[in-house]
């Protein structure tokens, strides 16, 4: 999905109590004003490249212990979830 930060209203989101999985793209600007919001921010990069760059903020699971390690988030609050090796 892309279109800045209205992008972010036309996400769809999971009621209370409803976990559905919703897996979007968005650009930057969308991300930008999502992280003013009450959002979780997931870097799943190993240890390493997460301690040389991250976005400030973000959490360290890397994608081969996110499965393990899904409930250390918290299920009511929406997951912007990044992988990327240079920001």
Same mark, same amino acid.
């Given at each position: 999905?892309?279109?800045?930060? &209205? $992008? $972010?209203?036309?996400?769809?989101?999971?009621?209370?109590?409803?976990?559905?999985?919703?897996?979007?793209?968005? &650009?930057?600007?969308?991300?930008?004003?999502?992280l003013? %919001? #009450?959002? %979780?921010?997931? #870097?799943?990069?190993?240890?390493?490249?997460?301690?040389?760059?991250?976005?400030?903020?973000?959490?360290?699971?890397?994608?081969?212990?996110?499965a393990?390690? $899904?409930? %250390?988030? &918290?299920? &009511?609050?929406?997951?912007?979830?990044?992988?990327?090796?240079?920001?």
């Amino acid at each position: 999905m892309v279109g800045g930060p &209205d $992008a $972010a209203n036309r996400m769809p989101r999971p009621s209370r109590g409803n976990h559905a999985h919703v897996v979007s793209t968005i &650009d930057r600007r969308a991300v930008e004003y999502l992280l003013e %919001q #009450d959002v %979780q921010l997931v #870097d799943v990069l190993g240890a390493d490249a997460y301690a040389k760059e991250h976005i400030a903020g973000a959490v360290n699971l890397p994608l081969a212990t996110i499965a393990e390690r $899904a409930g %250390q988030l &918290d299920r &009511d609050r929406p997951v912007i979830v990044y992988c990327y090796d240079s920001l």
